[in-house]
């Protein structure tokens, strides 16, 4: 006994997953469906998430989420049927439910056996009613003529056609079916579910004598008469679960007699006794059954009228061949979808931990070996040496494959957002689009999780105060309807996530004049706009109507910047009044393990990401120095600020003859750093440097050189900020005199 | 998980058996020898109890049918007798002719 157990609670785990992948699913089909109402491959997929839902909770006993999906999914093959038209107010309602299966997949997560409270019931119920609205009224009328229409043309066609309106299922259960911990009452009752089961025969023919029957086998069998408004599919998936345990057949409403005779032919039974089933269910008639027992007899029978036996198998091949075509296309219509599923599933999960663990040990790895190969380096051992570079090289590929596994698309993120612009705007009596670009562009898994909330509310922003309305758009010649664009690309060194749309464009003046108020700006004070518009993420700062007063939704812009800032970002606003607004994230691709630049100031090692270095080169004093105080230097043509490593640490000692300069850029500024030494590329590993130095600027960790030295990694993106800021200041006032 | 069946002799050969606790995959095996010796100690009437049944599943359900068919074979008769919510709930499941 118990040999087929396995862990619920795992099984449950995976359920709640699924489901709200399910749910995900389902908002972004709504989302397509609201677009173009006839889009029938956004249709199915909505059904088979809801479906799947329904049917995986009432495996598991959540009957109230079993419940409520069920009535969703009816309503839904209603509309696979166009039976209702999908106009917005359905899916605003089919949204609605959706969030309503959230919240009831939330509920049941933290407590199996939890209990609705007052407010969810009252939802449910009110949802329900809104539901069966669409049911109910004059749509059925209307249907039964066709249904009926249909039928008739049906009839003209084929003549063998059994009257039987019903569904026939019949399914036989594999011996092992208790032992592999289903019971098949759970499928029948989830059948029932979707229809009525009009008449249902147990056999159980097979079971052996009373000595010999082992209670713990199964030897039952069922034949169904089912009537429900659903397809094959539908119906095969009822099963689905327990599809390796049984054979299963359905035979659709109306099919022709023939259907019945594969069926008499197939089963285990002798023809008379499954004939007189299929009498004594429902299924065929005494003349339809007379019929099929004839067709059978002369189909198998052989020996005797051979010839006459073999025109009549040969009409009933024929027969089937006319459907053949049809049948084909069926098939291949549907081994195209199931090939289309696969194909997303083709993957797994792994527990993000493991994957955590993972990437320690290769962290660990690439410290070693780059450890290694600085130390054969040393022996000169050319033979060493070329194996130890080989290994390195592998050692990089399992680093940037491992990296990889936790690299996510965006868009997924991204399509989250389609949901909040449609709310929102509605309830702001806008019209916005949401125009997605790069949705493939891959972020780290954590990266992602902690940007959705920043980006979040920069969106909220630009609907509340982006966007103007439809009427005032109109009026400034532009089209009712506004666009936010969010868009996703790489950049060196970077990641850049833009949140644009064509709004109003802000308000500088009065963003000034509030500044000054604030006593932030002097009154004459000059300033950039980029500089100015930084002003709104300072924490408290509002122009009231137009700036910041996202309303009550927790975090301001002042946490949007930190939160950027804490990922090691950085966000800048552009914006023309009337025109839109434009802002811009960017983020370090770096994760935990970067290739590295090295170079050397005095006897200090550090590291900064490869990706952020454009250029180096020698550099002689003569360049370097005497440009009235502030430090500039002409690349060709450009005005470049730079600054000397060593003065900013406070190295002891004199500088070399001739230095070197590398040029870093990050977030489209450039600017230079003058060091003593160039190294050369180094694969690390970011160690943080631990609570101690917690305040420790411009540095963004450290590594373990072969030699046991410690290098810091320079935290490039404040750095080049920092060069920018001081040297523009100096730039500025070595103009002004 | 336990069940046990208590069998009554009532005169002129009848007997009554009443099931009491789980008619599960996990009771059948038990289950089956006391019914089939019930089976056998009577020679006409058979009365299963089934009100103090508390869960049944297919197994259970396969184990009746059993019951059912070897009765048939040796012209004895079954009755079953106040069938517990759970049991009446399946044998409306699986359309299964009580009365």
């Given amino acids: 006994m ?43 997929a909505l059904f088979r998430s809801v479906h799947t839902i329904k049917g995986s909770s009432g495996m598991f006993g959540l009957e109230p989420i079993e419940r409520f999906t069920h009535i969703v999914e009816n309503i839904l093959d209603d509309v696979r049927n166009g039976k209702i038209s999908v106009d917005s107010d359905f899916i605003g309602l089919q949204l609605e439910c959706h969030d309503f299966m959230a919240q009831l997949l939330d509920l049941f997560e933290q407590n199996k056996k939890a209990v609705l409270s007052d407010e969810m019931v009252q939802k449910n119920g009110y949802l329900i009613e809104r539901l069966n609205s669409y049911l109910g009224g004059g749509i059925t009328a209307p249907e039964k003529e066709e249904k009926f229409e249909s039928q008739l043309e049906e009839n003209d066609e084929e003549e063998d056609q059994v009257v039987s309106e019903y569904w026939h299922i019949s399914l036989r259960f594999h011996k092992d079916v208790f032992k592999n911990g289903l ?31 082992n209670p713990e086998n199964c030897y039952l069998g069922f034949e169904i008469v089912f009537d429900g408004s659903t397809d094959k599919d539908t119906l095969e998936n009822v099963f689905e679960f327990v599809i390796d345990d049984c054979q299963l057949r359905i035979i659709p409403p109306r099919s022709s007699i023939a259907d019945y005779v594969n069926l008499i032919d197939e089963l285990p039974e002798t023809p008379m006794k499954i004939g007189d089933m299929l009498k004594t269910v429902g299924s065929l008639t005494e003349i339809e059954l007379e019929k099929a027992l004839e067709l059978q007899r002369e189909m198998s029978g052989g020996e005797v009228e051979a010839d006459r036996n073999r025109f009549i198998g040969e009409i009933m091949v024929h027969e089937k061949m006319i459907q053949k075509p049809v049948l084909d296309k069926a098939l291949e219509k549907q081994n195209d979808i199931k090939r289309l599923e696969e194909k997303k599933k083709k993957s797994i999960r792994i527990d993000a931990d493991k994957l955590d663990k993972l990437i320690n040990l290769i962290g660990e790895l690439v410290i070693t070996g780059a450890n290694v190969r600085q130390l054969s380096e040393r022996t000169g051992d050319i033979e060493l040496n070329e194996s130890v570079s080989s290994m390195s ?76 309305s439809p009427d005032d758009r109109v009026s400034r010649g532009k089209s009712r309807k506004g666009t936010i664009q969010l868009n996703a690309y790489y950049e060196t060194g970077s990641i850049v996530i833009e949140v644009i749309d064509d709004g109003e464009g802000l308000n500088r003046e009065k963003i000034f004049n509030k500044a000054v108020q604030s006593g932030i700006l002097q009154a004459d004070q000059k300033i950039s706009d980029d500089d100015l518009f930084q002003l709104i993420f300072q924490p408290g700062f509002s122009t009231a ?67 952020m270095v454009t250029e180096c080169s020698e550099i002689s004093m003569e360049e370097l120095a005497g440009k009235e105080g502030g430090n500039f230097m002409n690349l060709r043509g450009e005005v470049l600020p730079f600054m000397r490593l060593r003065e900013f640490f406070q190295e002891d000692g004199e500088a070399p003859k001739r230095e070197n300069i590398i040029v870093l850029e990050y977030a489209r500024i450039k600017a230079g750093l003058v060091v003593d030494k160039l190294i050369g590329e180094f694969q690390t590993v970011i160690k943080p440097l631990g609570r101690l130095f917690n305040n420790l600027q411009w540095v ?29 200041a100096t730039l500025a006032s070595v103009e002004e005199s | ?49 089934l009100a103090q049944v508390s869960r049944i599943d297919t197994a259970g359900y396969q184990l009746l049918l059993l019951l059912d068919r070897e009765a048939l074979a040796e012209n004895k008769k079954i009755v079953i007798k106040k069938p517990s919510g759970e049991v009446k709930r399946l044998f409306n499941l699986y359309k299964y002719s009580y009365e």
């Fill in chain 1, 183 to 213: 019971d098949p009452q759970s499928f029948i009752n989830y059948l029932s579910e979707m229809g009525e089961i009009k008449n249902i025969i147990s056999v159980y023919d097979e079971m052996p004598r009373a000595e010999e029957m």
């Fill in chain 1, 2 to 44: 118990g040999s087929g157990k396995f862990n619920l609670n795992d099984a449950l785990n995976t359920f709640f997953i699924e489901s709200r992948e399910m749910l995900e699913n389902m908002e972004s089909c709504l989302l397509e469906l609201e677009k173009d109402s006839t889009d029938a491959e956004s249709m199915n």
């Fill in chain 1, 393 to 468: 090289r592998l050692i990089e590929d399992v680093r940037d494959s491992t990296m990889n596994l936790r690299m996510v698309q965006i868009g997924e993120t991204f399509k989250r957002y389609e949901r909040i612009v449609r709310d929102l705007s509605r309830e702001r009596g806008k019209e916005i689009e949401l125009d997605v670009n790069g949705g493939e562009t891959e972020l780290d898994k954590t990266l992602i999780e902690k940007i959705s909330d920043p980006l979040m509310h920069l969106i909220r922003n630009s609907i509340d105060h982006g966007i103007d």
């Fill in chain 2, 1 to 49: 998980m336990n069940a046990s069946v208590k069998e009554e002799k009532k005169g002129s050969g009848d007997i009554s058996l009443s099931i009491k606790g789980d008619m599960t995959i996990y009771t059948v095996n038990e289950l089956k020898q006391s019914i089939l010796n019930g089976l056998e100690d009577s020679t006409g009437r058979i009365e299963l109890d």
């Fill in chain 1, 700 to 728: 963004s960790g450290a590594t373990i050189l072969g030699t046991g030295d410690v290098a810091l990694i320079l935290d490039v993106p404040k750095l080049v900020q920092y060069i920018q800021k001081i040297e523009s």
């Fill in chain 1, 545 to 611: 109507d137009q700036v910041t007063n996202i309303s009550g939704r927790g975090v301001g812009m002042d946490v949007v910047k930190k939160n950027i800032e804490s990922l090691r970002g950085s966000i800048i606003i552009e914006s023309e009044k009337g025109v839109g607004t434009t802002m811009r994230i960017h983020l370090p691709l770096t994760l935990a393990i970067v290739d590295g630049f090295m170079v050397k100031v005095a006897d200090s090692y550090y590291v900064m990401p490869l990706d």
